[in-house]
């Protein structure tokens, strides 16, 4: 989509009624303006990143091959994104934001303390970490990887970012056999 390759601020209702090729006036039709269409665009994309991070859960080994199939889902939906399309979401359109904070906020942080809990009960994790305070720095560390002012997208892109913090992450919370699994996860991917 346009806003995905070029942000949303950059794109007007002209670019959109060129590229799907109709009139600006039957876009206006259905949504009243830019705004009203982010929200409905936004609505959409959240209820199919549900269906993918579902989908994609289907059939894992275990927690931690879940949370390598997720940052794999999250690596390819960011290789086609620009990064302003966050900045211009937060500072433009806060409707459409509060929707991707809710988002975070609930559902991701539900799917993370769901694998938190699945991945002690498999004895990958360690049992003594506490899982409200790791599944909330999970959902921080997610939302980090994105703040051009912590990671520039000059220096380093969302991808790197969201792999060493993954990283990270799971060589906190795994025991020795969930290392092990790491390293495994590690190799196969490199092949």
């Known amino acids: 989509m346009l806003f995905s390759r070029y942000g949303i601020r950059s794109v007007t209702m002209d ?50 091959h879940e949370l390598f199939v997720a940052v794999d889902n999250l690596e390819e939906m960011l290789s086609n994104t620009n990064p302003t399309l966050f900045f211009d979401l937060q ?3 806060p409707a459409a934001w509060a929707l991707f904070k809710d988002f975070k906020e609930y559902v ?16 990958y994790y360690r049992a003594e970490i506490n899982l409200e305070i790791i599944a909330r720095m999970r959902i921080e560390q997610i939302d980090m990887a994105f703040n051009q ?5 000059q ?33 196969k991917s490199e092949k």
């Open 91 to 93: 500072k433009y359109y």
């Open 155 to 187: 220096k380093f892109s969302t991808s790197q970012v969201i792999r060493e913090l993954t990283d990270h992450f799971l060589y906190g919370i795994c025991t020795d056999k969930g290392q092990k699994l790491i390293s495994d996860f590690k190799r």
């Open 108 to 123: 991701l942080y539900e799917k993370v303390l769901d694998n938190l809990k699945r991945g002690i009960e498999e004895q």
């Open 149 to 153: 002012m912590v990671f520039s997208v």
């Open 15 to 64: 670019d959109i009624a060129k590229h799907l090729g109709m009139s600006k006036k039957t876009i206006y039709q259905h949504f009243s303006d830019k705004n009203k269409l982010v929200i409905t665009l936004m609505k959409s994309k959240i209820a199919s990143q549900v269906c993918i991070i579902d989908k994609g859960f289907e059939g894992v080994e275990n927690a931690v």
